[in-house]
Each structure stands twice: as structure tokens, then as C-alpha cells.
């Protein structure tokens, strides 16, 4: 089960998931090995939980199987010189796992809320990352991640971070052709849709599996608690 995957070092959390079949690529276990966790979360001694985690301002940090079954499932979009939206970046951690994966492309974060954004940058600069944020490799922007970011649209791959009552249009728009997206959908009840765009520019939608996920909202209704 995920939430027996936590270890005691990040090699020891991406061995475990790895055993229980959740990291199934050899390409998703060497971008999650180069990021270390502990630099993107606020107690390092929980770093290695397989558990979602307090960022502040109301928002969280995925459990790392939720990252890994992400990846997996948008890994076939996912290479050289590709295009990537994660919406709800808050601490930067996928993002920095995303690089790893699109060598020479883009990864976009957007976050509503602005503290959050200061603090992935930060992180990520810690995490060696300082000049896949110079050279636009990786940009990370304060913004209504419902909207998707129009300015670096279209993307191959965008990944959700937070739950939305319905699919948003505007990340169905944004998505290239073709291109996939992975998002939680509901609100008490939620499954998580795989939303795949093909060539011809036809969307069909697929769900994977439930889930719990905080809503995707506005920052000022995630600050007072939704």
C-alpha cells in the first residue's frame, strides 16, 4: 500500500515505491532520485513520509506516491524539449522532478499564492536548480491556476495539483495536440481524470483512481480555509 512507502533517507521512499509497483520506469526513479524532498518541504525530519504535508497558507505538498503515479501516467508526454504546466506548484518539489524529464524544454508552475512562488524559487535554487530558473527552463509564476498560463502556452503534458469541482476549459485549451493532463475532478467524491487531447485535437477523459485532494481555488478563499 502507498502509505507504506515511507522511508528514512529519499532513496530509501523511492526504493519502496519502486517494490510496490507505484514507480514502474526506469526514467521516473532517476528524476525522482536527483530531487531530494527534504529541500521542499517545512520539516525536513518528515521529508520521507509517503504523506500529503502542510506548506502553510492552507496549501500542501502531495504525498510522494500522488507525485509518482502523476509522472507515470504523463510520462509518454513527457522528453526532450517538452512543454509542461503544474498547476499548484507550491514548494517547487514536481517541478523540479518535471526538468529532469524534458531536457531542453519548459516547466511552468503556477501557484496563487505569491509567498509560496518566492519559496519554490528559493528551493529550487538550494536544490541546484538556480539556472534552470535563469535560463527559462523552468518559470515559475504567481497566478489563477483554473486560467492555466496562456503566455507559454500550448503544453504536452499538465498536471493538477489540487481539486476542481470540473475540468477547467482553459487547461483543456492549453493543451497541445497531442498532449495529456492529469487532474483530480470533485468535491467530496473525486477520482483522478486523465485527460488526453489527440492529434486531431479530440478529448476524451479517463479516470483512474479516487482521491483526496484540497480544492483548487483562489488565494483569498484557500487563506480563510475555502
Known amino acids: 500500500m502507498a502509505w507504506r512507502c515511507s522511508g528514512r533517507t529519499n532513496a530509501d ?29 517545512i520539516h525536513k525530519s518528515e521529508a ?22 502523476a509522472i507515470e501516467h504523463l510520462l509518454d508526454y513527457l522528453g526532450p524539449g517538452k512543454r509542461v504546466l503544474d498547476v499548484g506548484s507550491g514548494s517547487g518539489y514536481l517541478c523540479a522532478v518535471l526538468h529532469h524529464l524534458v531536457p531542453g524544454g519548459v516547466v511552468v508552475g503556477i501557484d496563487h499564492i505569491p509567498e509560496l512562488v518566492d519559496w519554490s524559487k528559493a528551493n529550487l535554487r538550494q536544490d541546484g536548480l538556480g539556472f534552470a530558473l535563469d535560463n527559462g527552463e523552468i518559470v515559475t509564476v504567481t497566478g489563477d491556476g483554473r486560467q ?10 499538465i498536471h493538477v495539483g489540487a481539486a476542481a469541482p470540473t475540468i477547467p476549459q ?4 492549453q493543451l497541445k495536440s497531442p498532449g495529456r493532463m492529469f487532474i483530480p475532478v470533485g468535491t467530496f467524491a473525486q477520482q483522478i481524470t486523465q485527460v488526453d487531447k489527440d492529434e486531431n485535437g479530440k478529448v476524451t477523459k479517463k479516470n483512474l483512481m479516487g482521491v483526496m485532494y484540497v480544492p483548487l481555488t483562489d488565494a483569498e478563499r484557500q487563506r480563510r480555509g475555502y
Open 170 to 173: 482553459q487547461l483543456v485549451d
Open 48 to 69: 520521507y513520509d509517503d504523506s500529503p504535508q502542510s506548506i502553510g497558507h492552507g496549501a500542501t505538498i502531495s504525498a510522494p506516491h500522488m507525485h509518482a503515479h
Open 13 to 41: 521512499l523511492i526504493t519502496n515505491m519502486h517494490t510496490a509497483q507505484i514507480i514502474t520506469t526506469d526514467r521516473v526513479d532517476e528524476a525522482m532520485t536527483k530531487v531530494d524532498r527534504a529541500n521542499y518541504v
Open 148 to 157: 492555466g498560463y496562456s503566455d507559454l502556452a500550448q503544453y504536452d503534458a
